[in-house]
């Protein structure tokens, strides 16, 4: 089972307003991802790091919203000015060293923009 | 660019009965193919993965063979149980760390 721990489970903003929400990946995972999974069940790539590092991100991510995985402390990933838009399950998910493409997901937080 | 198509967005099955999902994907990278399941409000979870041509992977009775000729990694399994029915995504990772997900197959499995 994995162990990637993500809060809070439930997240309800009103439009404009900041949402963040965070993630600490499995003990020894270097690589860490954010997905956008929507009312469909598509997942959207958000972002990914590698440690401490920006390995890609998408546009979207780059104008609203905001990322990091600091030293000893849990990754998170903001919206700067919440939209209805960006109502879904935000997901992430960590991988081994060297098996970057097995992903170990966290429960998601499910972001509600009224 | 990178794909990965799952044609059925359900399936619906009586328990005991086999069930193949189907997978295909486009890549001009050597691919690595997974399958995910998620259920009803919880994470998605890796259930299957392989990256060698030919060769038959298998978990918790689900079994899948990764074809690069025809460019498929469809999943089955010989007997569903009601406790399979869920979300099943396929995966395909691809240069450097990106992994695209396809659509998603809702099996649903009745009594």
């Known amino acids: 089972n994995s162990k990637v721990i993500q809060t809070p489970r439930y997240l309800v903003k009103g439009q404009g307003q900041k949402a963040k929400m965070r993630c600490i990946p499995e003990?020894?995972?270097?690589?860490v991802f954010w997905y956008q999974q929507n009312k469909n069940n598509e997942f959207k790539f958000l972002i990914n790091?590698?440690?401490?590092?920006?390995?890609?991100q998408i546009d979207m991510t780059e104008k609203r919203f905001s990322a990091e995985c600091p030293s000893n402390s849990p990754c998170s990933l903001e919206i700067q000015s919440s939209e209805a838009g960006d109502s879904a399950l935000y997901l992430c998910?960590?991988?081994?060293?060297?098996?970057?493409?097995?992903?170990?997901f966290g429960p998601g937080t499910r972001l509600t923009v009224l | 660019g990178d794909s990965v198509t799952q044609t059925e967005g359900l399936v619906t099955l009586t328990k005991g009965l086999p069930v193949m999902l189907n997978c295909t994907y486009q890549?001009?990278?050597?691919?690595?193919l997974f399958w995910y399941v998620q259920h009803l409000n919880e994470a998605p979870k890796l259930l299957l993965k392989?990256?060698?041509?030919?060769k038959r992977t298998e978990h918790q009775g689900f079994y899948a063979t990764l074809h690069k000729s025809s460019s498929s990694f469809h999943l089955q399994k010989s007997s569903v149980q009601l406790s399979d029915s869920a979300l099943y995504f396929c995966?395909?990772?691809?240069?450097?760390?990106?992994?695209?997900f396809g659509s998603g197959t809702r099996l649903l499995v009745s009594p």
């Open positions: 998910a960590s991988s081994p060293q060297g098996r970057s493409y097995e992903q170990y």
């Open positions: 003990k020894g995972h270097p690589v």
């Open positions: 790091f590698q440690n401490q590092e920006v390995l890609q």
């Open positions: 890549t001009t990278y050597s691919p690595f």
């Open positions: 392989s990256s060698t041509d030919n």
């Open positions: 995966a395909l990772g691809t240069g450097g760390y990106k992994v695209v």
